[in-house]
């Protein structure tokens, strides 16, 4: 069965240097969720988009900004880059918004900054 | 307040070993939704199931069971015959309207299986 797709899987940036991450839903899911986790942390939940438009917002730092496009794929930017933005980075999808629907996670991307 | 405990840091078991993995939430919804992922040493988060509040049955697949009790808010996964493949971190979560249906997630708990 097809599962979510992240690109890259690993990335290196230095300081204040932009980065962009990219997430393809499973098929037919509709809900995109982006988390953040820190080493030997949960991941916490950064934003969300359904059909589109951003849906719900976490604790996604200013400098981050994200969007999902009409083919239902994600991308969330990151500016100015801080050494505590290294972390593993997910993208999840769901058939629905709703909370019923489970959240299928991708591989993520780990990000490192130097 | 929506919390997920999970009070096992770490666990180590012997291979073929039976183990449970702890999960403890608070909610003051009625309506919840419970849900175990595990993350193995490779790092990706792996959905394992869902178990709405109204349905206190418990379930089975292969190896791996759980038991939820609403009187004690608790949804515990137990591993029966353990294999070094179940070597993982797994993560106990809830959604809720009081979450905003945000997954609200559990510390986690790291499990060794020795061989």
């Known amino acids: 069965a097809a599962g979510v797709i992240q690109s890259p899987r690993h990335l290196i940036k230095e300081k204040r240097e932009t980065a962009t991450l990219k997430c393809y839903p499973i098929p037919r899911h509709d809900t995109v969720y982006w988390y953040q986790q820190g080493p030997g942390q949960d991941p916490q939940f950064l934003i969300s988009f359904y059909e589109k438009m951003q849906s719900d917002k976490g604790s996604i730092p200013d400098r981050f900004s994200a969007q999902q496009f009409s083919d239902y794929h994600s991308e969330l930017n990151m500016s100015s880059l801080e050494l505590g933005d290294s972390a593993l980075y997910f993208c999840?999808?769901?058939?629905?918004?709703?909370?019923?629907?489970?959240?299928?996670f991708g591989p993520g991307t780990r990000l490192t900054v130097t | 307040a929506q919390k997920v405990t999970q009070a096992q840091t770490e666990i180590s078991v012997v291979e073929k070993e039976d183990v449970t993995l702890d999960c403890v939430y608070e909610t003051r919804d009625t309506t919840y939704y419970l849900f175990w992922y595990k993350q193995p040493p490779s790092g990706e988060l792996v959905f394992l199931i869902r178990?709405?509040?109204?349905d206190e049955q418990n379930e089975i697949s292969g190896r791996y069971s759980w038991n939820f009790q609403k009187s004690t808010s608790s949804f515990n996964f137990t591993i029966t015959a353990s294999q070094v493949v179940d070597s993982a971190v797994y993560f106990c979560a809830l959604k809720s309207v009081d979450s905003n249906y945000q997954l609200i997630w559990g510390a986690g708990t790291k499990l060794i299986i020795k061989p």
């Open positions: 178990r709405n509040s109204f």
């Open positions: 999840a999808s769901s058939q629905k918004s709703g909370p019923a629907y489970e959240q299928y």
